[in-house]
């Protein structure tokens, strides 16, 4: 029998490679203006909404499904927030009790997100719609729930005391990139050192056999949608915070290169694999390479088509790899093969 | 009909590594029934897979085909000398219409391209005729039952000029009746001249009519003999170059019968089981056994809380339990080791180590709710000890392992939740003669340490081997009771032949 | 009449008479051929899309880019007429060939490397959506021929209202009704059509069967990539202004509609009819909120209802009937 590698080995190799061609790169094409401090911390502060979103995107995508209501989620649970702290605070006159109510807010945004997360699980594992087309009905719900509560109006002007979590600093490091870090933590633990993160993965892969596990399936889906929606409340009170307003449609363009990122990253579109590793790393390249054409003076949409284009090249990679494996495997393969038709 | 239609001539094959064919000769008479059988990996599908131009042999071989050489050859080639392969999920379209799918493949060989309704149905018609079957012509094919399906894909490769068709283990899904039905539809087709040839990896009703059986082994062919001078033992022999004896089973204690484990009282479900009524004593292993559509897998279920019983009761230690849910069957010590291993057993792209722990992963928490990585590692550590699984790292995907070594991590992960009463559907079915040893072990060793085992198999030789008694079920009844001590193989099969 | 239950679109052909019943009784223009006429124009462009959406999806794929490619094919078609010039058929041959390249690229990736169809999609979207904007800077075309803007305005019937004001069945929608045609012929009188359903249904039968996958899928990703440049110059038809933004986002209602009609997700299903009367049903639903005076911001609240409603209901049906057959089918 032979011993092969993990898929997710390659991955990681893939990744490193290119993150560290494109730093080359940029270093070499822009040595004045990308190897400065200023320019790491601008990434920092960009990151984490698309972090967070992504993070959102890839639980869903690990067991198989897709969750396509992430941007309206975030923009329903930060047009919830920014209501709440523009009813209760009067601006400009600091008073005691701003901080309690910030703190209602930020629970009312995550509240509400986890809330949308329970809907989009019980469509999917209760009512048995396919995940694209739940999260899709779910999204055009909430973006028409965000306009009709809004008329499409921009909720701007939030109090100075929520202001810290998008822009502040903490010892020069900025504020929404150590939340990034450490949900970006907390997805790593949860997946990886819980029994439900467990499941996720075995169901991504199989849900008949961890149904005849005892699995509760039903709970996976659940939890792993009401979570998606959770780190959708989280990136909303940062953009939130950042953006200083709230409105339906804000950063729509957003989704799809979340799933963008999560396959960049390794996370697997069949489900079942993928790690917030790999996540990060693609994301970071992502970043990097948009900072560094921006600096380049290049055109944010040649960004764009770089994305893809470092998409479909990773995939194309990825898909010779695998076809030599397989070769090796061949025979083996054709065994299992030759079982599969038997069962 | 003494002419051989196909002649193939020092076949050899050889991928990366493995030689999957060793100069094989190969014959099939014209409107000959012909049985190719070989265990898994003896190279059957790959002389298949030559014989329908799928793949190329490696050079030096030769095939004739009616006595001309036809050695390179391509799928369109060997369609249009008339071979067919039916493989054994059928290949058919499930979303198109039965006349769709039976005209399809005739309409792609030809050079049509616009297509008439009337076209394809009297195609089909035609080629129902062939074999005086009658199904409708506008249903789609994933309402029809396995067998129709199967009489669909024989209609499909009678669109042509047909002179031998090939039937992957043609007859798994089916229940006798239908079995007969297509056994008749074959000799059918050999008085009008076509050759069948069976691929199969064990002995079953399809040698009745055989005329002769090839038996390939490690690449190598074995043999080639007349069907009437083999019996189960001698295939089972060639096939694997080792007798299976099966070792009546005396070194298990006989189960003390004072308290009953499992006691099951009038359990009905409609449509799918009747008045079951069953005591099973820890320490013993029951056998169940009977033809497809039985009941007994559906009864399986039922204590397995999938499939939640209409009406009776069920007592696991003099305790009436209600059974609706999986996890609730778990939690009362209950554990089932499924029929198919690759959808339902294993999740087959995972790991070893995360597949034997899947069932037991909420009992490896630590107090803050974490799981207890260490406790888990040991925990795989011993039972892959344990069940002595083969693997070259425990981080390997259970797809690489063979079919052996994969029903072990199931039992393994069975095992692991500490269950009393252990319910097996098929475990050895596909598994080679050496594992299969093993696995009977391993489930006498289980029983000899308490826990109740419900044996379910289509073997009679196993369950009469491995259990203390033996229920043969038929139509949703147990219809009798064997004591194995008492009973012989002859017993039960006559038993399972009355049946119909 | 019990079979024609079994059919997803009966039920929404009895959706759509409520709908239009209720409509009707609060505003009677609704039901009007002037209003009707109008509706048919204006909802060609998602029309046309959802065709070559609905074959993508039987195939068991799927294309996000096609609202990408749409803007590429009208965007390209616009510089070739104003600056080279020509009529409208050379207008259609620059968008159908530019589309048909792009979709099929798009079919060769998903074909040679087995990448998701869903992420080769998004992937080329980006590419060619990027690569426009950088090209064309963004810049808004207004300056169409003046026979492009005639032949917006040629009807093929043309009625008049009592108050004397012509209507009738545009140009417009007579392109999309010939597209229809070209679907319905290959989908259900060519083997090309079949392929397509049986590709959706089982890929590996059709390996075996001896199908030629690349030419099908290669084809269905190429069809939709051809219809993106004829929705493209409909849509500059339509608006007579090209906007490089005014089309992308429009995927997922396109994709959205056709579910609506019945495809299915997982390949293998679907029908013309269903397809358009998902379309129809949105359509309706928006022009029945003008009429009946509902704020514009209620439209995408109720298609997100509609969506999960219609596909829950058939979605939930299908569960409890897999639960009945369950057994039957682990007892193979």
């Known amino acids: 029998m032979l011993k092969i590698k993990i898929p997710m080995d390659n991955e990681t190799k893939v990744l490193s490679l290119i993150l560290s061609s494109v730093i080359v790169l940029m270093a070499v094409l822009s040595p004045n203006h990308f190897l400065r401090i200023e320019t790491f911390q601008g990434m920092a502060f960009q990151l984490p909404e698309l972090g967070l979103l992504s993070l959102a995107m890839m639980i869903s995508m690990l067991t198989g499904g897709i969750n396509l209501s992430i941007i309206a989620t975030t923009n329903i649970s930060a047009i919830t927030a920014a209501l709440i702290l523009k009813a209760w605070i009067i601006p400009d006159v600091p008073a005691s009790t701003d901080i309690w109510i910030v703190m209602i807010a930020i629970i009312a945004a995550l509240g509400i997100s986890v809330l949308v997360g329970l809907l989009n699980g019980f469509l999917i594992s209760v009512i048995n719609i396919p995940p694209i087309i739940a999260t899709l009905g779910t999204m055009k719900l909430l973006q028409g729930l965000a306009f009709i509560i809004t008329k499409g109006y921009v909720i701007s002007g939030m109090p100075d005391s929520i202001k810290f979590i998008g822009n502040g600093k903490v010892a020069g490091i900025p504020m929404p990139f150590i939340l990034f870090v450490v949900f970006a933590f907390l997805m790593a633990g949860y997946l990886n050192h819980t029994a439900t993160g467990f499941n996720i993965f075995m169901f991504g892969s199989n849900p008949i056999a961890t149904f005849f596990s005892g699995t509760n399936n039903k709970r996976v889906i659940i939890e792993t949608y009401m979570i998606s929606g959770l780190y959708c409340g989280m990136a909303a009170i940062i953009m939130m915070s950042r953006f200083n307003s709230a409105k339906a449609g804000y950063g729509e363009s957003y989704l799809l290169v979340t799933i963008l990122a999560a396959v960049l990253g390794g996370v697997k579109a069949e489900g079942g694999f993928g790690r917030v590793k790999g996540l990060v790393l693609s994301l970071i390249i992502l970043q990097i390479m948009s900072i560094g054409l921006n600096l380049l003076g290049v055109s944010a949409f040649l960004t764009i088509a770089f994305w893809g284009l470092i998409m479909i090249t990773a995939m194309i990679i990825h898909y010779i790899l695998e076809q030599r494996s397989l070769l090796r495997l061949s025979t083996e393969k054709s065994e299992v093969e030759s079982w599969k038709s038997n069962a | ?500 | ?332």
Not at chain 2, 214 to 240: H, N, R, W
Not at chain 2, 413 to 423: N, S
Not at chain 3, 15 to 31: G, K
Request: aromatic letters at 8%; one cysteine or more; proline letters at 2%.
């Open chain 3, 1 to 332: 009449m019990k079979k024609l239950f079994k059919y997803h679109e009966t039920y929404l052909v009895i959706i759509i008479i409520f709908l239009s019943f209720i409509i009707t009784s609060v505003n009677s223009n609704f039901m009007t051929a002037e209003n009707m006429f109008d509706l048919l124009k204006s909802n060609s462009f998602i029309g046309i899309l959802a065709i070559g959406t609905l074959l993508v999806l039987i195939s068991g794929g799927i294309d996000i880019s096609f609202a990408a490619i749409a803007t590429v094919s009208q965007y390209v078609m616009a510089l070739v007429i104003i600056n080279i010039g020509g009529n409208i058929f050379t207008a259609l041959m620059v968008a159908v060939l530019v589309g048909t390249i792009l979709g099929m690229m798009n079919g060769v990736l998903v074909y040679n490397f087995r990448i998701p169809s869903i992420i080769a999609t998004i992937a080329t979207m980006n590419i060619y959506y990027g690569l426009l904007i950088v090209f064309t800077g963004g810049k808004w075309i207004y300056s169409l021929p003046d026979w492009f803007r005639n032949f917006a305005e040629i009807r093929l019937l043309t009625f008049h209202t009592s108050g004397g004001l012509p209507y009738g069945l545009s140009v417009v929608t007579f392109i999309w009704i010939l597209i229809i045609i070209a679907a319905v012929v290959i989908l259900n009188y060519t083997l090309l059509g079949r392929s397509i359903y049986a590709l959706g249904g089982d890929r590996k039968s059709c390996l075996r069967i001896g199908f030629n996958i690349f030419f099908t899928e290669t084809f269905v990703y190429s069809f939709m990539g051809l219809v993106a440049g004829i929705a493209g110059v409909v849509q500059a038809l339509l608006i007579q202004t090209i906007a490089p933004n005014a089309i992308v986002g429009k995927e997922l209602d396109v994709i959205a509609a056709v579910v609506l009609g019945g495809a299915s997700l997982t390949g293998g299903k679907g029908s013309i009819f269903g397809a358009l009367l998902g379309v129809a049903l949105l359509a309706i639903l928006r022009n029945g909120m003008t009429l009946m005076a509902v704020p514009a911001v209620w439209f995408e609240f109720l298609v997100g209802i509609v969506i999960i409603v219609s596909v829950g209901f058939s979605s939930y049906q299908q569960k409890l009937k897999s639960h009945k057959t369950s057994i039957i089918e682990t007892a193979d």
């Open chain 2, 1 to 500: 009909m003494d002419t051989a239609f196909l002649w193939m001539k020092n076949i050899s094959k050889r991928y990366t590594g493995v030689q999957a064919l060793d100069s094989v000769n190969f014959e099939i008479k014209k409107g000959e029934i012909h049985c190719l059988a070989g265990t898994n990996g003896s190279g059957k599908s790959t002389l298949i897979k030559i014989i329908s131009g799928v793949e190329k042999p490696d050079l030096g071989s030769q095939i004739y085909i009616n006595g001309e050489l036809s050695s390179h050859r391509t799928s369109i080639d060997s369609i249009h000398q008339g071979i067919e392969v039916i493989y054994q999920d059928l290949s058919l379209f499930p979303n198109l219409s039965v006349a769709e799918n039976i005209a399809l493949g005739s309409l792609i060989s030809g050079k049509k391209k616009l297509l008439s309704r009337k076209g394809y149905y009297s195609t089909a018609r035609k080629a129902m005729k062939k074999i005086n079957v009658n199904i409708a012509l506008d249903q789609k094919v994933e309402d029809l039952s396995i067998a129709d399906q199967q009489l669909v894909a024989i209609c499909r490769s009678l669109t042509g000029e047909l002179n031998l068709l090939i039937m992957d283990e043609p007859t798994t899904a089916l229940t006798s009746r239908e079995v007969d039905a297509l056994l008749r539809v074959v000799i059918d087709l050999k008085d009008k001249g076509i050759a069948t040839l069976f691929v199969s990896h064990k002995l079953n009703e399809v040698m009745q009519i055989a005329q002769r059986v090839t038996i390939l082994k490690d690449g190598k062919k074995v043999g080639c003999y007349p069907a009437v001078d083999l019996d189960s033992q001698k295939i089972e022999f060639f096939m694997t170059g080792a007798n299976f004896q099966y070792k009546k089973n005396t070194t298990i204690p006989s189960p003390s019968r004072k308290k009953p484990l499992l006691e099951i009282k009038n359990l009905s479900k409609k449509q799918n089981y009747n008045n079951i009524s069953l005591k099973l004593y820890p320490g013993e292993i029951l056998g169940i056994t009977g033809l497809l559509g039985s009941g007994r897998t559906e009864l399986a279920h039922t204590l397995f809380g999938m499939n939640p019983a209409d009406d009776g009761s069920i007592k696991i230690n003099d305790k009436k339990i209600v059974l609706n849910s999986v996890f609730e069957a778990i939690d009362l010590g209950i554990a089932y080791v499924p029929e198919n291993r690759l959808v339902q057993g294993l999740v087959l792209n995972q790991t070893v180590s995360k597949n034997s722990v899947i069932t037991i992963i909420r009992r490896l928490l630590k107090k803050t709710g974490l799981i207890d990585h260490k406790n888990k590692a040991d925990k795989i550590t011993d039972l892959v000890n344990k069940f002595s699984i083969k693997v070259p790292s425990i981080d390997a995907p259970v797809s690489t392992l063979s079919g052996g070594n994969q029903q072990r991590v199931v039992l393994a992960k069975w095992v692991a939740t500490d269950p009393k009463l252990l319910i097996l559907d098929g475990p050895t079915v596909g598994i080679d003669v050496a594992a299969k040893g093993s696995i009977h072990e391993s489930i006498s060793q289980l029983a000899a340490e308490g826990l109740g085992v419900i044996l379910i198999s289509d073997e009679v030789p196993e369950v009469l081997n491995i259990c203390h008694r033996v229920f043969v079920m038929n139509r949703g009844r147990i219809i009798s009771e064997f004591i194995t001590s008492e009973s012989t193989e002859e017993d039960v099969l006559r038993c399972l032949e009355s049946i119909d």
